[in-house]
């Protein structure tokens, strides 16, 4: 219907502009890199992104890890293109 339609628009919406206050990273369907990234990069700690899917790959460019201070964090584990 109609307001679903609006509903799961405003949800994407709503996650792009969370993606976009963290870093510089997009969200639309799925989470794109919005500049290249070097490996070995912070791309977002837990409390940054809380309700972020983190999608899994059978070749991933990125890994969970947990920091020095126990707080959770996506680090990138290869060269991230943009896009």
Excluded: W
């Excluded at 339609?5 to 799925?30: F, H, Q, Y």
């Excluded at 070097?38 to 983190?54: Q, R, V, Y």
């Amino acid at each position: 219907s109609g307001n679903d339609e609006e509903n799961a628009s405003s949800d994407r919406t709503e996650k792009k502009r969370n993606a976009s206050n963290v870093c510089t990273m997009t969200n639309v369907d799925g989470v794109y890199a919005a500049n290249d990234i070097e490996e070995g990069t912070i791309i977002f700690k837990e409390n940054d992104m809380p309700d972020c899917e983190i999608h899994r790959s059978s070749t991933p460019n990125c890994e969970v890890v947990q920091l020095e201070d126990g707080t959770g964090a996506v680090v990138s584990i290869t060269f991230i293109k943009s896009g």
